[in-house]
C-alpha cells in the first residue's frame, strides 16, 4: 500500500449567500485506504462531496488528484481520471434488469451512451463484462430481473457494480448502507471491503459500526470544518468528537465491541 495522497483539499471553502458550509477543510486521502469522512447532519460532508465530484464550485481553495489541480475541471472530466462517485440514494434505472444497467455503465468510456437508435444486440460484446461485474457483488443470479424488484440492499449492490464499470481509482460512496437492515449491512461492508482493493475509497457514513470495521482514516467534521482526524480508536477516544458528534454512539459502540 502506497503512502501518496492520491486527493488532498488545500483551504476548501464553500459559501452560500453568507453561510458557510465548508469552512478551510484540508482533506488528504491515502492511496490504498479507506477513508471516511463522518459528522453530525449539517457538518458538510455531503457539500464537502459536491465540491470533490464538481457538482457544485468550491468559494475558495483547491482540490489536487494525484498533484495535479482539477479544481476548475468538469464533473465528466474528473470522471474520466478514475473519480467515480455513488450517491446517498439508490441511482439505477427501475425499470431495466441488473445487466441491462451494468451494460448502460459500461457503454460510457467507450463513447456509445446515448446510441439509442443503434439494436440492443449491438451490445451483447458487454455481456460477458456486466456478468462479471454482478459476479463480484454477488447479484449474478439477478442479472435478467427488472431493478423495480430488487430489495433494497441488492440495489445498492447493484449500483456499485454500475460505479465499477465506470473503472474507478477513487470511489467516492455516499452513505452507503443507509436505510438498511442489519443482514444488509454485513453484506455491503463486505462487499466494499472487496471492491477496495487495488482501489482507494472516500465514504460518508453514519453507521459507526461500519466505519471502524472498514475505515484506515476517519476525518470528522463539525460546521463544516475539521474538528479531529485519526483511525477509529483515536476519533472515538477524542472528547471534541463525542461532545460533537458520537456521543452515546460511541460509548454503545464501544460496550459492544
Known amino acids: 500500500m502506497t503512502q501518496e495522497f492520491i486527493l488532498e483539499t488545500r483551504g476548501l471553502t464553500k459559501q452560500f449567500r453568507g453561510f458557510t458550509a ?14 471516511a469522512l463522518i459528522g453530525p447532519n449539517g457538518a458538510g460532508k455531503t457539500t464537502v462531496f459536491n ?25 465528466n472530466e474528473i470522471a474520466r481520471l478514475g473519480l467515480v462517485r455513488s450517491f446517498q440514494i439508490s441511482a439505477v434505472f427501475a425499470h431495466m434488469t ?3 444497467n451494468v451494460r448502460v455503465a459500461l457503454q460510457r468510456p467507450i463513447g456509445t451512451s446515448f446510441h439509442f437508435w443503434k439494436s440492443e444486440r449491438t451490445l451483447d460484446h458487454l455481456n460477458d463484462r456486466a456478468m462479471d461485474l454482478l459476479d463480484q457483488v454477488g447479484l449474478a443470479e439477478y442479472a435478467d430481473v427488472l431493478t423495480v424488484e430488487m430489495p433494497y440492499g441488492r440495489k445498492r449492490a ?11 481509482t477513487l470511489m467516492l460512496l ?3 448502507t443507509q436505510g438498511m437492515g442489519a443482514e444488509d449491512v454485513d453484506r455491503i461492508v463486505e462487499l466494499i471491503r472487496q471492491v477496495a482493493k487495488g482501489r482507494t475509497v472516500l465514504m460518508v457514513e453514519h453507521n459507526l459500526s461500519v466505519v471502524s470495521r472498514l475505515c484506515d482514516r476517519i476525518t470528522v467534521l463539525a460546521r463544516g470544518a475539521v474538528l479531529a482526524e485519526g483511525d477509529y480508536k483515536t476519533v472515538s477516544a477524542n472528547p471534541l468528537v463525542k461532545e460533537a458528534y458520537m456521543g452515546t454512539e460511541v460509548e454503545e459502540e464501544e460496550a459492544s465491541a
Open 22 to 35: 465548508v469552512d478551510d477543510v484540508n482533506l488528504q486521502v491515502r492511496e490504498g485506504h479507506i477513508h
Open 51 to 75: 465540491l470533490l465530484t464538481k457538482f457544485l464550485p468550491p468559494t475558495h481553495g483547491e482540490i489536487l488528484y494525484r498533484d495535479k489541480s482539477i479544481t476548475k475541471m468538469k464533473a
Open 98 to 100: 441488473a445487466l441491462e
Open 158 to 168: 447493484l449500483e456499485v457494480a454500475t460505479t465499477l464499470a465506470m473503472e474507478p
Open 174 to 176: 455516499d452513505e452507503p
